[in-house]
């Protein structure tokens, strides 16, 4: 085992040799510097201002494909914790200025994102709160000690004058002792609604009184999990050789494929300029890959109906990467790259080992035993994998995309941790499971959205809504078992809002309006979605507002280097309206241009038993495979595994 980790830290002083590179410490020092002489950063040490989020601004498509000098930008959001002033800002490294800054309106743009000592900040002031320990203590819960808050994104629910506020809804759970799990000890029917700027608690819901579930969900604990089993006996991965991709820095090549690793603090793992070696030349796959948005909504009426974490757009997921482990979050020959973000001070932070890079067997390839020519041949299926974990709260994600050697894309999700509690209120309560006595998780979704900047043999594509039915009997199908393709072209933004159809194998193919295969059609790839329920939230209801993206699987834009966040730029207490929704309302033209397909997945909740005290990974994603992008199986060079693998 080998760990070929590569340090961003020893190329940190020299500027990134791509323009898609992220931004290296030097560069977030640079441009915090930048805004410090702009004035944007008043008070240095125990300064008000802080970073809600800060990283690269990605210079547009145009001037990357042309090789245009574009010089290096970061973009910050800067929030003054004092005044709740809260400004979005563009620095030039390479000019030594600011490009723009824009003050932001809380009542139309939202607030900010989370900032890390907004954490510690909120458990401060409930534990201070009179109100709120006078609720605690009628509930027998007076050791403040013993108290973990937890502080939720309110979104906007109205009235006015609260969602004028930069505010959190905190819930509280009970840590009896050292290493026990808290969430396993919900207090319910308690919420603080906490001013972040003004740094109190403004308002409290206590609506109804249970008991906090007593039984220990501490699954490290022997006494929970009992001993461990001792069955299990070591399977270990080698690759004698070494692994067959090629890690350059953030340039990465594998078998035909190659692409460039980025990294951000909101959408975590991004991939650039995906392409496939065939036919003597690179063919451009995906522009840009990544999962810019996703949304947790809660489905318990009563009152914690606030309950939707937009993950990315207001905790911002990458921000949380966990640095992973050889052995233990990834088998056999791994080369890892750090992430480097930053905390709330713009301060570099390197995430050791964020993101992960191997190669998996995937069992079988293609295999046939002919029973004309005693030909029996098999071969092994591999695929590339690069992937990244991240904890947000009580839950963990890994995102993880996979290449095959077919030329399949696949993007998987992984949803693992602890599910979100509250008391099991008994009788027949349909929002909710009852994992542990007293205890219930309630129902919710993960609806993620991908944003796939396709550039199928080039910029010029188009979308294909295909579906497959039964033709009834008549004069053409005497038999009735007629079965055939509907292909239906989606050519203007308004008509690309669309849902699966899992009863019709509904599929969506992108396809090249310049690039033909062999028998003079398109060359494309075609998505395969899930068909999972979308946004499951009333249409009039204020999640549907801010969450428009997760009502269709389904949008297709068009290339615009300003539309890269599937519920708009600023997320948190947003009024709604922004994104997808709004992105489309321009209704632009989408047929035979530069295009964007946006992709919403992800399960529907209702947790089981199984999933308690730790949730055994749920998968959920998507499949992109070539469609007439080859001109037959592109597979057939992969040699037998063995000599012994074939018969002739
Ligand atoms: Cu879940």
């Given amino acids: 085992m080998t760990d070929t980790a590569v340090r961003p830290g020893e190329t940190a002083s020299q500027p990134p040799a791509h323009p898609l590179d992220p931004a290296t410490a030097a560069e977030y020092l640079a441009g915090r510097e930048i805004m410090a002489a702009a004035g944007l950063l008043p008070e240095e040490g125990g300064a008000p201002v802080r970073f809600a989020y800060y990283g690269l601004e990605e210079p547009p498509k145009d001037d990357v494909l042309a090789g245009r000098e574009t010089g290096r930008r970061l973009r910050a959001f800067l929030v003054n914790t004092d005044t709740g002033e809260s400004t979005d800002v563009v620095v030039s490294v ?20 989370i900032i890390d000592s907004d954490f510690a900040a909120v458990d401060e002031i409930v ?56 969430w396993a000890h919900p207090v319910d029917g308690l919420a603080a609604y906490v001013d972040l700027i003004e740094k109190k608690v403004f308002k409290i819901t206590d609506e109804f009184e249970l008991p906090v579930p007593a039984e220990s969900g501490d699954y490290d604990d022997e006494a929970v999990r009992g001993p461990h089993r001792t069955t299990l006996r070591p399977i270990e991965i080698t690759q004698p050789e070494g692994p067959s991709f090629i890690l350059n820095g953030p340039w990465l090549q594998w078998q035909d494929w190659s692409m460039r690793i980025g990294f951000d ?64 979050d990834c088998l056999g020959e791994i080369a890892y790259l750090d992430a480097t973000v930053t905390d709330d001070s ?56 996979y290449f095959y050697l077919d030329g399949t894309i696949e993007c ?138 997760a009502t269709n699987h389904l949008w297709v834009t068009r290339y615009d280097p300003a539309q890269r966040y599937s519920a708009g730029d600023f997320v948190n207490q947003h009024p709604g309206g922004a994104g997808l929704p709004a992105f489309v309302a321009g209704d632009r033209d989408i047929d035979g241009t530069d295009i964007v397909v946006w992709h919403t997945f992800g399960p529907t909740h209702m947790p089981r038993l199984e999933d308690w005290p730790v949730m055994p990974v749920a998968r959920c994603g998507f499949t992109l495979k070539p469609t007439g992008f080859f001109d037959r199986n592109p597979t057939l060079d992969v040699p037998p595994p063995s000599p012994h693998c074939q018969a002739d």
Wanted: proline letters at 7%; one cysteine or more.
């Fill in 94 to 113: 390479t000019d030594g200025q600011v490009v723009s800054a824009r003050r932001l309106d809380p009542r139309t743009d939202g607030q900010l994102p």
């Fill in 127 to 182: 534990k201070a709160d009179p109100g709120w320990r006078a609720a605690m203590a009628r509930r027998g819960l007076a050791d403040m000690s013993k108290i973990r808050a937890c502080p939720i994104t309110a979104g906007a629910f109205g009235p006015a004058t609260d969602d004028d506020r930069r505010m959190v809804r905190v819930l509280a759970f009970v840590m009896n002792r050292e290493h026990d799990l808290a």
């Fill in 265 to 328: 603090a909101r959408e975590g793992l991004t991939l650039h300029q995906i392409s496939l070696h065939s036919g003597g030349h690179e063919r451009p796959v995906i522009y840009r890959a990544s999962i810019p948005e996703m949304v947790v909504p809660y489905g318990d009426p009563r009152f914690r109906y606030w309950q939707a974490y937009f993950d990315t757009g207001e905790y911002l997921c990458g921000k949380w990467a966990n640095s992973l482990e050889l052995g233990c």
């Fill in 346 to 401: 713009g301060e570099p932070r390197t995430i050791p080992n964020a993101i992960c890079v191997h190669e998996e067997d995937f069992g079988i390839l293609w295999k046939h035993t002919d029973i004309f020519n005693g030909s029996a041949q098999s071969r092994r299926q591999r695929r590339l994998v690069v992937s990244y974990f991240t904890t947000i709260g009580n839950y963990d994600y890994g995102f993880y995309w």
């Fill in 412 to 549: 998987e999700i992984k949803a693992t941790g602890v599910v979100f509690t509250s008391a099991y209120p008994g009788g027949d309560h349909p929002y909710s499971t009852e994992v542990a006595p007293g205890l219930a998780a309630p129902v919710h979704q993960h609806l993620f959205s991908a944003r796939l900047d396709m550039t199928v043999d080039g910029l010029a594509n188009a979308v294909e809504e295909v579906d497959v039915s039964g033709r009834p009997i008549g004069p053409d199908n005497p038999y009735g078992n007629a079965i055939v393709q509907e292909v239906t072209r989606l050519t203007r933004e308004s008509q690309a809002g669309r849902r699966a159809d899992g009863a019709r194998g509904r599929t969506w193919r992108i396809i090249s309006t310049e690039r033909e295969n062999r028998f003079g059609r398109p060359t494309g790839y075609t998505l395969y979605p899930e068909s999972a329920p979308v946004l499951l939230a009333d249409p009039a209801s204020p999640v549907t507002a801010r969450a428009g993206f």
